[in-house]
């Protein structure tokens, strides 16, 4: 089985004071057990950092803080899935014709990493919004 991580899943798995640490971080702990294979977008590797450097916490994690977490609990344990420019070009021209705009482009693009990466899941705390992406898919949408 290979399942696709999330940035929603991923901020909560290594933030522990998010409200939903616990239950996305079995996922993570499962994923380490090597229990599936987790994928990870190119893309949220940098919304990761992005998010973890700017989060209002005391004491704020810093860029070397962000990169042990990302270094130590995803790139080491995941398998990261790049998107090509084609690929970028076919996702904006779906959302233009299905008439979306906006921030759905980043779940849109994860999910198209799911796609190419043969994942059998997406494990996120947004399905909803992958649900609505209409992209023709066998994947899973699940919520830890």
């Known amino acids: 089985m290979k399942i696709l991580f999330d940035t929603s899943t991923l901020i909560a798995a290594l933030v522990k ?3 939903m640490h616990t239950r996305a971080f079995q996922w993570l702990k499962r994923s ?3 229990e599936f294979d987790m994928i990870i977008s190119s893309h949220t590797l940098a919304e990761l950092y992005a998010v973890l450097t700017s989060l209002p916490l005391s004491p704020r994690i810093t860029p070397d803080m962000s990169w042990r977490l990302i270094n130590e609990n995803v790139i080491a344990t995941g398998s990261i899935i790049a998107l090509s420019s084609s690929d970028y ?3 904006i021209r779906h959302l233009q014709n299905i008439g979306f705009s906006g921030g759905i482009i980043y779940d849109a693009l994860i999910l198209k990493a799911a796609i190419k990466s043969g994942a059998t899941h997406l494990l996120t705390f947004n399905a ?3 649900k609505r992406i209409e992209m023709n898919s066998e994947i899973q949408i699940i919520e830890p």
Do not use: L, T
Request: proline fraction near 17%; glycine fraction near 0%; aromatic fraction near 8%.
């Open 17 to 19: 004071p998010h409200p």
């Open 32 to 34: 380490r057990s090597q």
């Open 89 to 91: 070009i076919s996702i």
């Open 128 to 130: 909803s919004d992958f």
